[in-house]
């Protein structure tokens, strides 16, 4: 049988706690930096849907006059 629990076989846990307190400690100004960056185009559309209803509503108060 072969030795499936050699040196090759091995996880080291401390690595991937390290890992994962530098991917912890990084979540949060990641979070902040997507929330803002979303916030750009959420505005965009938000005006974009007001000027589109503001020149269906002139269109149909010229059509109406």
């Known amino acids: 049988m072969a030795n499936t629990q050699g040196p090759q076989g091995n996880h080291d846990p401390a690595g991937s706690t390290q890992m994962f307190r530098a991917f912890v ?3 949060p100004q990641g ?3 997507q929330q803002a960056s979303s916030a750009g185009p959420r505005i965009g ?8 209803v503001a020149i269906v509503a002139a269109v149909a108060w010229l059509a109406l006059k």
């Open 31 to 33: 979070g902040r930096q």
């Open 45 to 52: 559309v938000i005006v974009g849907v007001i000027v589109a």
């Open 25 to 27: 400690d990084e979540g």
